[in-house]
């Protein structure tokens, strides 16, 4: 009816191009219905709005898949820091040990050498002892020679024997 009361002022209805183009309009229309089209457009979007789901499903897993990955990345990367911080700890463990044992090597060894010191000093402090005690028992021996030579009488003679030989039994032991 709007259109009959558009186009009233202008002649019949059947004399304007917009009824035709309305009538064309609507029989194809009517026509694409009567054929399937809404079905066809209808299938359409399904198939459409099923690939989209689909399409979507597919991201869903690719974003799951790249997040597992990202994750295992991550733990194998803290898995070799760890490793990592795990050999610096050895390394310095392995370093002080290695420090200890020299330190206690070179104690041995400075220790092995102060006793071998001590040693030789010792034994050249006995040799220097005996070599005075001989040289002092030469000397004895020799004075004692010129005084018995000498005139002496023989009850003397067995008085300094025995004096001498008390003296060198404190001097020896």
């Not at 809404?38 to 898949?65: Q, V, Y």
């Amino acid at each position: 009816m709007a259109l009959i009361q558009a186009s009233a002022g202008h002649g019949p209805i059947y004399s304007d191009p917009t009824f035709w183009l309305s009538i064309c309009v609507l029989s194809f229309l009517g026509f694409a219905l009567y054929k399937g089209a809404h079905k066809f457009l209808i299938s359409s979007l399904d198939e459409r709005s099923n690939k989209i789901t689909e399409e979507l499903a597919e991201a869903r897993r690719l974003r799951e898949e790249a997040q597992t990955l990202l994750a295992s990345y991550k733990r194998k990367q803290k898995e070799a820091e760890d490793l990592a911080e795990d050999i610096v700890k050895q390394a310095r463990r392995d370093a002080e040990v290695m420090a200890d044992n020299a330190r206690k090597d070179m104690a041995e060894r400075l220790e092995r050498r102060t006793a071998m010191a001590e040693a030789k000093i010792q034994s050249a402090e006995v040799q220097a002892l005996n070599e005075v005690r001989a040289k002092a028992a030469d000397l004895s021996l020799s004075a004692a020679e010129k005084i018995l030579r000498k005139d002496m009488k023989s009850e003397q003679h067995a008085s300094l024997i025995k004096d001498g030989i008390a003296q060198m039994g404190k001097v020896l032991g």
